[in-house]
């Protein structure tokens, strides 16, 4: 097929988060000049929907990365998107006895209010959007991507329409990413445990009750490290109000599993998730909420990967920004932040490649590298990082947490990086207990892996001649790390 004859230069399959990023990013940099279609399933109304139970998520993103939005592609989130700023985030040791603060400030977002602020945008860049529209294939030819293929849910018509570069923002189910029909580099599936189950509700609540800022601060994201409340995960309280809250958890299922023969119960997420919130001092009498623009998004489940960014991200005329691409942070699963710089940074390469007419693995090959340098690079250390984690119990954590971690650990962890554990090596013979001693071991080794990892993707290959061999070391130092992790 000509490139020249497509119907769009750019097709964006998912109009949720991500998409419409990339979709006005790409608009902007071009001046307007690409034509550029964004389709998903959803009708305008629910636009950005993960789910039948809605816009699933702890809405919190630091303020950070909006901001690197807004400098480069000059869109501002404002109200009623942002619905409560916070100043950071506070981690609690299983014992509740210490606090790590970390993240800066940030916002709560109404994710079901947000898409409509996002499309309203793009379309002022000149943006087609398209509602009802289920992509079910990729459209190839010659081994290159050259459209999309589904159905309109309304008229149950089947949609085919062509473009330069399909880009896949269609969320961590994604069907392009698993059954992309042409040779590339792209993982298609993910280990079942890189993904956690995760659950939430928003809820408005009283709070006359008892003040206890361990569990419920109007000015921070609290988030609870507890092995037997989340198993390989961790709850969350994040205000959205005086009173309103989402709260919620996240588990790795094996873990949960694990954890419910020990205890002889056959517990569910949900069961889990209302336990937390049962244990919880500070939100008294909590009821759904009743707002109207939070109707249809009370309460939920989704998933939620947390490994590294998927190794490669492009191939002929495709490309994946946001969760298709396993872009959460491994430790924390936060997608949001990785999503808004991915996408901004994809709208910027794919303006260029389209305009040096190379949508080639190739010509798109900047989009792998410029988001390893600008984020990518850190996510296989903390990767490793959350692999040592989830295999901890409280008492580790809790000792970990008191005596491990310096200011400086706490200060890498704001900036999202890898922590270095100095502390540890100085500590020596003091530290108590046989599993102590193990802990102080592994953290050395995640602190020295990390440095060996972020120095690999420091060197990226500049093209996908160099990535077999760059990948065939990333494996050697992963299966190390994975080896001692394993339990
Ligand atoms: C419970 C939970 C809590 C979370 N908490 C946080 C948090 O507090 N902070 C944070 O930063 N991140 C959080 N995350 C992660 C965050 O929500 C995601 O990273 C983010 O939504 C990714 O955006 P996206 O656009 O890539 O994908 P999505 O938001 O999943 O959007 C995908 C879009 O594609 C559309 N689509 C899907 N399939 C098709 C198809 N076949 N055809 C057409 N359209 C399709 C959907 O309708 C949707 O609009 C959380 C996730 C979960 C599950």
């Excluded at 929907?49 to 699933?56: E, L, Q, V």
């Amino acid at each position: 097929m000509s490139l020249s004859k497509t119907d769009y230069d750019i097709i964006v399959a998912g109009g949720g988060l991500a998409g419409l990023i990339v979709a006005s990013s790409a608009a902007y940099y071009s001046n307007q000049r690409l034509k550029i279609l964004v389709v998903d399933r959803n009708s305008i109304e629910i636009q950005g929907r993960k789910t039948i139970s809605g816009w699933i998520c702890g809405d919190a993103v630091g303020k950070n990365t909006v901001d690197y939005m807004t400098e480069r592609i000059k869109i501002a989130w404002g109200q009623p998107e942002i619905e409560h700023p916070v100043k950071g985030v506070v981690a609690f040791s299983p014992d509740h006895e210490t606090k790590v603060s970390f993240d800066g400030e940030g916002y709560i977002l109404n994710r079901k209010q947000l898409p409509q602020k996002q499309i309203r945008e793009a379309n002022k860049l000149g943006v087609e959007t398209m509602s009802n529209i289920v992509v079910r294939q990729l459209i190839t030819d010659n081994n290159y991507v050259v459209g999309i293929e589904g159905e309109n849910s309304n008229t149950k018509e089947i949609f085919k329409k062509t473009a330069k570069v399909v880009v896949d923002c269609t969320g961590v189910t994604s069907v392009l990413r698993t059954n992309l029909p042409i040779k590339s580099f792209i993982q298609r599936r993910i280990d079942r445990n890189d993904l956690e189950a995760t659950g939430r509700y928003i809820y408005d609540f009283d709070n006359e009750g008892v003040e206890d800022k361990t569990f419920f601060d109007p000015d921070y994201c609290i988030i609870h490290l507890d092995q037997n409340l989340a198993p390989g995960g961790y709850g969350w309280v994040f205000p959205k109000g005086k009173n309103k809250v989402n709260i919620g958890l996240g588990v790795q299922q094996r873990l949960f599993d694990k954890a419910n023969k020990k205890i002889g119960k056959k517990r569910d997420l949900k069961k889990l998730i209302d336990e937390y919130v049962n244990l919880n001092p500070a939100i008294s009498n909590p009821r759904l909420s009743t707002g109207e623009e939070d109707i249809g998004n009370e309460w939920g489940t989704w998933q939620v990967s947390v490994r590294r960014q998927n190794d490669c991200m492009v191939a002929n005329g495709y490309m994946m920004v946001g969760d298709s691409a396993w872009m959460p942070k491994p430790l924390d699963a936060g997608g949001i932040g990785p999503a808004i710089i991915a996408a901004t940074i994809a709208g910027k390469d794919l303006v260029q490649a389209i305009e040096s007419n190379d949508v080639s693995e190739s010509g798109l090959w900047s989009y792998n590298k410029n988001f390893i340098n600008e984020y990518g690079y850190k996510t296989a250390g903390l990767e490793v990082f959350r692999r040592m984690l989830q295999q901890l119990d409280n008492e580790q954590i809790n000792y970990g947490m008191k005596h491990f971690l310096s200011k400086m650990d706490v200060e890498k962890i704001t900036n999202g990086e890898h922590p270095e554990f100095s502390t540890v090596s100085k500590l020596g013979m003091m530290i108590r207990g046989a599993l102590n001693k193990k802990l102080a071991e592994d953290l050395k080794f995640t602190s020295k892996m990390n440095e060996e990892l972020v120095t690999h993707y420091r060197n990226y290959p500049e093209g996908p001649e160099g990535f077999p061999e760059w990948s065939s070391k990333l494996n050697k130092y992963l299966t190390e790390a994975f080896a001692r992790f394993s339990s």
